[in-house]
Every structure is written in structure tokens, then in C-alpha cells.
């Protein structure tokens, strides 16, 4: 028998002679998200099981489509799995509008880095509450590998306009702030 103590309560669990089953744990937002754009950017299908619901993925989701690739299944928990069918990194397609990334920086932040490497021109933008957060930290590495990016109020605010090349140069970047969302970028 094991006791754990938790403030005034005391809870005792028998031990167990097995333990079966399929322990089921909540996708991750951090992961859903990379697993996403991984997706778009591999040729053919991707499975993915597990991805975290909300609405910060669902963004996610949409931009993966506008940049043409196609989503089966549902991004709502408990779902099996989706399937992304992306012609892959060499076959994006330009959006026709104006990529809404709704109030996912993970979204803006990341979808940078993936189009400062296309040959168009796209621009990223979301609600009131993200237009209001800092995208110079990723202007400024995402420009030294060639890309030509521009933001509001000096290119420090979203939206934010890409102009992509596919021969970015490599750059040792040590990035004022750790983030992992700026790293990602670079490496997309």
C-alpha cells in the first residue's frame, strides 16, 4: 500500500497485481504546432496523432492549408488522428490572402522563418492582442539570412510582410532573449 500525503487529505492506493490499458495524454500546443508545419514542408501524407486542440493550433491548421496542403480529421481532442497532404516545401502554393495566425505567436513567429525561404510574397497578421507583441527578434536573424521582412511601427509589430528567397545563407545567431519560437524560426 502507498500513502500520499496532500495537505490535510490522506489517500491510499492498494497495489495492483497488473496495469492494462492505453494511457491517452493531452496533445502538447508547443508540439501540435511544429508538427503542423513539419508536415506541410514533407512531401506526400503525415499522420499525426494527439494534437493539442484550441484555437492557436486551428491557426496553425488554417495557414497549412492556404499554403496548399490538405488537412483530414479533426483538430478536436480526442480525435484519432489527421492527415496532412502537403506537396512539400518545394511546392507551396502563395496565399491569396493575408495568413491569419488569429493569437498564436508560435504561428506568426514560426510561419516567418518557413516563408523568408519561398519565392513570394506573403503577409501574417492576427488579432488586436498579437498586433500588440514583438517580432523584431525574428525580423532581424531571418534578414541577415537574406529574406526581406518589414513589420509596423519600425518593424517591430505584426503584421508582418515576407519577402522570401529560396537561397537564404546560413548565420550564427545568439539571440538576445532565449526562444525557442526565434530558434525555430531560424531553423525552418
Do not use: Y
Not at 532581424?140 to 510582410?161: F, K, Q, S, V, Y
Not at 537561397?167 to 550564427?172: F, G, H, P, S, Y
Amino acid at each position: 500500500m502507498t500513502t500520499f500525503r496532500t495537505g490535510v487529505d490522506v489517500v491510499e492506493v492498494a497495489r495492483a497485481r497488473s496495469l492494462r490499458g492505453r494511457p491517452a495524454l493531452p496533445g502538447d500546443k508547443s508540439i501540435s504546432h511544429r508538427a503542423l508545419m513539419v508536415a506541410l514542408l514533407t512531401p506526400g501524407t503525415t499522420r499525426i496523432e494527439g494534437l493539442s486542440g484550441g484555437a492557436d493550433v486551428a491557426s496553425t491548421a488554417g495557414i497549412v492549408e492556404a499554403l496548399g496542403a490538405t488537412l483530414a480529421g479533426d483538430l478536436e481532442p480526442g480525435t484519432p488522428a489527421v492527415r496532412v497532404g502537403s506537396p512539400g516545401i518545394a511546392g507551396l502554393s502563395p496565399p491569396t490572402a493575408t495568413l491569419d495566425c488569429g493569437n498564436s505567436g508560435t504561428s506568426l513567429r514560426l510561419f516567418a522563418g518557413i516563408l523568408a525561404g519561398q519565392p513570394f510574397e506573403a503577409t501574417l497578421d492576427g488579432d488586436a492582442s498579437l498586433r500588440a507583441r514583438p517580432v523584431a527578434r525574428i525580423i532581424e536573424p531571418l534578414r541577415a539570412m537574406g529574406a526581406a521582412l518589414g513589420g509596423r511601427r519600425h518593424d517591430t509589430l505584426p503584421p508582418i510582410t515576407i519577402r522570401g528567397r529560396p537561397d537564404l545563407v546560413a548565420i550564427d545567431w545568439t539571440p538576445s532573449v532565449p526562444s525557442a519560437q526565434v530558434k525555430s524560426a531560424i531553423l525552418l
